[in-house]
Structures are given as C-alpha cells and as structure tokens.
C-alpha cells in the first residue's frame, strides 16, 4: 500500500494506490496520522481510486481517519472508490458515517 | 447422504499477515474452474481476507500459528469455503458476530462477519475457548449461459 499526500491550504489529499487489506492497513493507518498531524488540515480527501482490493480493515482506517479529523473540527471526504471496495463499504453501512462521493 | 464433492483443495500456511494476499489469490485461482462472474470472484475474496485476519489478529495474537483453508466444489455450482485454526477460540460467537463489535483496537473495525454474511449465502462458525475456530462460508455460484456459437 502507497501513499501519496499532497497539502494546500489546509486541504489535504491522500492518494492510496495497492490492496488494502490488514497487512497493508498497519502502515495504513500510521502513514495517515502522521499526515494529518503534520498537515493539520481543515479538509482531508482519501482518494481511493488506485485501491486494487479492501476488506473490513479499509473501514476501521476511514473510521479512524473520521475520528482525526472531528477532533480537529475539520472534514472527510472518501473519493473514486473502486467497486468491489464500495461493495464492502455499502455491505458495512459506512455511506451513512462517512461523506463518500 | 452427505453429497461428494466433485473437486476440492486443502492449503495449509502459517498465520503471517502476508499471506492473506496469498489466501484470496489461492481461493480466486480455484474458483475460477466455476466460472464465476467477476462480483463473486471477488466477493469470494473478500470474505477469504476476512476470515484468514480473523485467525490472524484473534486466534493466534501473540503467535505465528497453522491456518488451514478447505474450498470444495459441491454439484449445482456450489462452493463450500472452510478456514480452521486450533488458536484461542472464541468465547461468545454470538458476541463476535454482532456489527462493529470487536477486541481487536483501532485496526480493526469489527465489521468482519458482517462483510462475509453479506458477501456469501450461509456463514456458520463453531468455536472452542482454547481450541480453536472452524468458519463455514457456502455461496452457489450463478450458472452461466454459454454461447452456442
């Protein structure tokens, strides 16, 4: 799993490229708090277009994303989910949690 | 009468993350003599993921363990998907199954069972504290019409 983060402005962009699955989602996750702590943004969009494969572990890293981001009063948004990734998504009922465009 | 089945393969690997890649890839090479449509190839792959991290972060937390995957092709175009471990067990399955319950900390977000119900027909789980966990998935694969021509 790459990570790709691009910061203006308060707005940070995360690119996720390869299988996101639990062995990929522990650096995941870590890659994603570091981002936002250094970005600090008021604007977080996962872009999850170059996601290959997501299992549940996808969830729990979105939803921790959430949590970072309320803490910081700020937004989320999840974008270009590939679909068997929104298949696993929509199976959890994560559209109502979370901004999914 | 317990219906034969009319192929079948057993795979047996440790309990490294790595392998969940393997698992679901092994699981998508065997099904594809079903013919499967690419939604439940990877709904089938899917639910291989979950279960095999399932064993991964739950039976064996503190342990490489044996993972043992069964997929088996009964008539009818139905596949019968088995993931066993002699890990720790679970105590309260009905517990496990519940939506977003899990013991697993901020990696995990215990929507597991919940993918696999979804994604295949019957899920069943039986489960001995101390013993180990057998997960049960059946999914009938829709038949295809196959050109004439």
């Given at each position: 799993?790459?990570?790709?983060?691009?910061s203006a402005d308060r707005n940070l962009l995360l690119e996720f490229c390869?299988?996101?699955?639990?062995?990929?989602?522990?650096?995941?996750?870590?890659?994603?708090?570091?981002?936002?702590?250094?970005?600090?943004?008021?604007?977080?969009?996962?872009?999850?277009?170059?996601?290959?494969?997501?299992?549940?572990?996808?969830?729990?890293?979105?939803?921790?994303?959430?949590?970072?981001?309320?803490?910081?009063?700020?937004?989320?948004?999840?974008?270009?989910?590939?679909?068997?990734?929104?298949?696993?998504?929509?199976?959890?009922?994560?559209?109502?949690?979370?901004?999914?465009? | 009468?317990?219906?034969?089945?009319?192929n079948e393969v057993t795979l047996e690997f440790p309990s490294h993350s790595?392998?969940?890649?393997?698992?679901?890839?092994?699981?998508?090479?065997?099904?594809?003599?079903?013919?499967?449509?690419?939604?439940?190839?990877?709904?089938?792959?899917?639910?291989?993921?979950?279960?095999?991290?399932?064993?991964?972060?739950?039976?064996?937390?503190?342990?490489?363990?044996?993972?043992?995957?069964?997929?088996?092709?009964?008539?009818?175009?139905?596949?019968?998907?088995?993931?066993?471990?002699?890990?720790?067990?679970?105590?309260?399955?009905?517990?496990?199954?519940?939506?977003?319950?899990?013991?697993?900390?901020?990696?995990?977000?215990?929507?597991?069972?919940?993918?696999?119900?979804?994604?295949?027909?019957?899920?069943?789980?039986?489960?001995?504290?101390?013993?180990?966990?057998?997960?049960?998935?059946?999914?009938?694969?829709?038949?295809?019409?196959?050109?004439?021509?």
């Open positions: 799993m790459e990570i790709q983060a691009k390869g299988e996101l699955d639990h062995h990929g989602a522990r650096g995941a996750l870590r890659e994603v708090e570091l981002a936002i702590d250094a970005a600090l943004p008021r604007m977080l969009v996962m872009d999850f277009a170059g996601v290959t494969f997501m299992d549940s572990s996808g969830i729990a890293l979105i939803l921790r994303a959430q949590q970072r981001m309320q803490l910081l009063d700020g937004s989320l948004q999840v974008r270009n989910v590939p679909g068997q990734a929104r298949r696993v998504l929509d199976a959890a009922g994560i559209g109502r949690l979370v901004n999914i465009k | 009468m317990k219906t034969k089945a009319s790595s392998n969940e890649a393997f698992a679901r890839s092994a699981a998508a090479c065997f099904v594809s003599q079903m013919d499967p449509t690419l939604n439940e190839l990877e709904d089938i792959k899917t639910s291989v993921s979950e279960a095999v991290t399932n064993v991964i972060v739950h039976a064996y937390p503190d342990s490489i363990g044996k993972i043992v995957m069964k997929l088996r092709v009964y008539p009818g175009n139905m596949l019968e998907l088995t993931v066993k471990d002699q890990g720790r067990g679970i105590a309260d399955v009905d517990q496990a199954r519940v939506p977003m319950f899990t013991t697993g900390g901020e990696e995990r977000s215990g929507m597991g069972f919940t993918i696999m119900e979804s994604f295949m027909d019957q899920l069943s789980v039986r489960s001995v504290p101390g013993r180990g966990t057998t997960v049960t998935m059946k999914k009938k694969l829709m038949p295809r019409i196959k050109s004439t021509k």
